[in-house]
Structures are given as C-alpha cells and as structure tokens.
C-alpha cells in the first residue's frame, strides 16, 4: 500500500517556498548563506550582509506574506461555504472596503502606522455590525438578506475613499493613499507581525476547531436545526472570525485580491467539498501563493510591484481555468 504523500507536501509546501524565496530580490543570496545567516542571527550580534538582508529584511516579510496568505484563504473558504456562493470572496460583505477606508482616514489624518492599522481593523469590524444590524432591522438573516447589506456597506466605504482622495493633498497625501490601496508589504518588520498575529490567530483559531460545522451550512436552516444547532448563531460566528481575518489583513497590507477567491477553489480540487480538509489546505496553499507573489514584487524590477497587481495578474488566469473546468458546478 503506497502512503498518501499529499499532506505532508501540502504542510512543507509554504516552509520550503519560503527558505527559496529567502534567496530571491534586488540582492541575491545564496542558499547555503540563507541558512548560515538563519542559524548564526540568533547567536552573534555582529552581523554580515547576508544576516541582515535574510533575517532583518527579508524573513519578517516573509513571514507576514505566508500568515496573510493562508488569513486570506481561510476567510475566502469561510464565506463561500457560509453564504452558499462559490464567487464569495472577503470583500462581499464590504469588510475589505471598511478597513481600506479606516487605514485611508489614518493617512489623511497624518496618523502613525499602528493608528493606521488601528483603524483599518476597527472598521473592518465595524462593517459586519453594520450588515448584522441591517439584517436586523429588515428582520432577515437570509444569505440574500447580508449579500445585499454587504453591497450596500461596500458602495458607502467606496465612496467615502474616493471622496478622501478628492480632498487629499494631491502632493503628499494622494500618493501614498494611492499606494497603499493597491497592496503591499513594503516596511514589514518583527513589529508588524507581533501587532497582527493575535487577531489572525484568534479569527483561523474559531474557525480551524469548527470548521467540520461549515460542512452543515449548506443546508436548509431546518436541517440545521433538526441537527442541533442555530443557523444564525453558526453563520454569524464564522463570519465575525473571518472578518476579523480580512480586516487584520488589509490593515497591514492593503487591499489584495483573488486570493480569497481563487484559493478555496484549487482547495476543493484537491480535497473535495469536506471542509475540515478545505480549510487547512486553503492556509498552506494561500500562504505559498502570497510568499511567492510577494517575491515576483520585490525582485522583478528596481521598484517594488504593488502587491494586487501581482495577485490579480496571476489569479485572474488561475480563474478563468478553474471557471472553463467547473462552471457547471457553479451554476
């Protein structure tokens, strides 16, 4: 009986891209000095070259890359099991747009970096009280019900940036609004990591232990009940975890999209529909993704690529072939 290799392909796949994507930028790095530089940081103060760009530079990016990618992925499968729709991404219900408006308000307002991301994840969270609230005033806790709470949130956050940018100081301001909203990690450090790993690991924690619970969502709300359990209870906590997934992301790195659509899909390729292997699968494969996308940016020319473009370059083509090969599904 030959042993099933994929999961352990599957765990490996983001560490090892990430020790090759170590060697990789605007200065190259040789493999072997790779992990010289990892195993002598921790015991030397007097670091060389190689230690500096490998674990001052390019480690911590790199790190944040991979739990943002596997962040994003997680809250991508999250919401298209949630709301029954395999075009779901995190931006559906407008967290992406609230938390791009709470980091844009910060730069207008010249606020430091922790207040930036302060905001961007408070509105993020704000945004799905919002839609919960709607939901409740139309006194409708349908899947119809929040899609279309969530256009209306994403339509007033749009708004309310395109209308900071017109205000900004097209000089200073405008510029780096314009910038961060098209994603990147540019700055990433130990600090960065240290301020977003809690609300990323709390969000892909709730959802990890319950994730055989989304494989019920399907079902019609009486099903669930017969099963034991609230619908409603059950949508909202895997959409308040995978807010604060989204919203922690996008404080860091601005807006990037098609991981959290793309990924789940290439997951469920693998795995099938059985969302207790969906999920772990999304984070590795979403993690490897963004580690490498984040590389192309850094390395393919002198100026850094922002980040989205990249995503977006690669994500669309991934698409439209899993669209050709599973749009009867889908349909």
């Not at 765990?11 to 530089?37: N, Q, S």
């Not at 910060?106 to 991301?117: A, H, N, P, R």
């Not at 009940?225 to 919203?247: C, D, E, N």
């Amino acid at each position: 009986m030959r042993p099933n290799l994929k999961p352990f392909i599957l765990i490996f796949l983001p560490f090892v891209t990430g020790v090759i994507c170590l060697c990789f930028g605007r200065y190259l790095v040789p493999l072997d000095e790779v992990f010289k530089a990892v195993i002598s940081y921790a015991s030397s103060s007097d670091y060389n070259v190689y230690e500096r760009v490998v674990m001052n530079i390019r480690f911590p990016r790199i790190v944040l890359a991979g739990i943002i990618g596997a962040a994003l992925a997680i809250a991508g499968a999250t919401f298209q099991s949630t709301l029954s729709n395999p075009l779901a991404s995190p931006d559906v219900i407008g967290i992406s747009s609230a938390s791009a408006f709470g980091a844009v308000l910060g730069i207008f307002f010249g606020l430091g970096s922790f207040s930036v991301q302060f905001l961007a994840l408070g509105m993020g969270i704000l945004a799905i009280f919002i839609v919960f609230g709607l939901c409740k005033l139309s006194k409708s806790q349908s899947i119809l019900t929040i899609v279309l709470a969530g256009i209306i949130i994403a339509g007033v956050f749009t708004a309310l940036i395109s209308l900071i940018k017109y205000v900004a100081d097209p000089l200073t301001q405008l510029p780096d609004i314009v910038y961060w909203l098209m994603g990147g990690l540019t700055g990433a450090n130990y600090n960065t990591i240290v301020t977003v790993a809690p609300f990323l690991i709390a969000g892909a924690a709730v959802i990890v232990l319950l994730r055989w619970r989304l494989n019920i969502i399907s079902l019609s709300d009486e099903e669930i009940q017969a099963m034991g359990h609230s619908p409603r209870k059950l949508r909202w906590t895997f959409m308040i975890a995978a807010t604060v997934l989204v919203a922690a992301s996008v404080s860091v790195c601005g807006q990037i999209g098609w991981i959290g659509l793309v990924i789940p899909h290439i997951a469920r390729l693998i795995a099938g529909s059985d969302n207790t292997k969906v999920i772990p699968i999304s984070a590795t494969i979403g993690a490897t993704f963004l580690i490498v996308c984040d590389t192309i940016c850094r390395s393919l020319i002198d100026a850094e690529i922002p980040l989205s473009i990249v995503t977006a370059l690669i994500g669309a083509p991934i698409f439209a072939l899993l669209f050709m090969r599973r749009s009867n599904e889908w349909s």
